[in-house]
């Protein structure tokens, strides 16, 4: 293993719902699982329009209501040097993932991106890879949302125990 962390950004529109909700998650069953000092997780947004922002009051109320904390989360943007110094890449969506795969192709990059409910089996049993986006929705789609992504979080990190 070399000194340098492994780097995951999860990644959505625009970075206020679905990829705080990942970042915080994964940041916290990776600690528990003994894997917070080897790995390091952010996340981004496709698009600059909430850079700076704090995540959407539904997302920080969804997480607090189930443990986490994500009142010092603000949003940045995924730019070419962002996704240049990351390993792993996990998007919400089949629009981020292209989106970010044609960043790639013009970036100095090894990142594997892949869809973050790929590492749900159940979503990938039901053929269910995409997160929606809670924007538009009620509370009860933030705790969907949330549901959804922390499933898949707890593959992620059986797949980082093999990676790290």
Do not use: K
């Amino acid at each position: 293993m070399t000194a340098d962390p492994y780097r995951v950004c999860v990644v959505c529109s625009g970075n206020i719902c679905r990829s705080p909700m990942g970042e915080i998650v994964l940041r916290d069953l990776l600690a528990d699982a003994g894997l917070g000092d080897r790995v390091v997780v952010d996340s981004a947004g496709t698009g600059d329009w909430h850079v700076g922002d704090p995540a959407d009051r539904r997302t920080v109320r969804a997480l607090h209501e189930a443990g986490y904390d994500g009142a010092a989360h603000r949003a940045q943007h995924l730019t070419p040097p962002v996704l240049a110094e990351r390993d792993l890449v996990l998007v919400a969506d089949r629009g981020h993932l292209r989106e970010v795969e044609r960043m790639a192709r013009h970036t100095d990059t090894d990142a594997e991106i892949r869809l973050l409910r790929e590492f749900d089996p159940a979503a990938v049993a039901a053929d269910q890879l995409e997160v929606d986006d809670p924007y538009f929705g009620d509370e009860a789609d933030f705790r969907r949302c949330l549901e959804e992504v922390a499933a898949a979080c707890a593959g992620v990190v059986d797949h980082l125990r093999a990676e790290v």
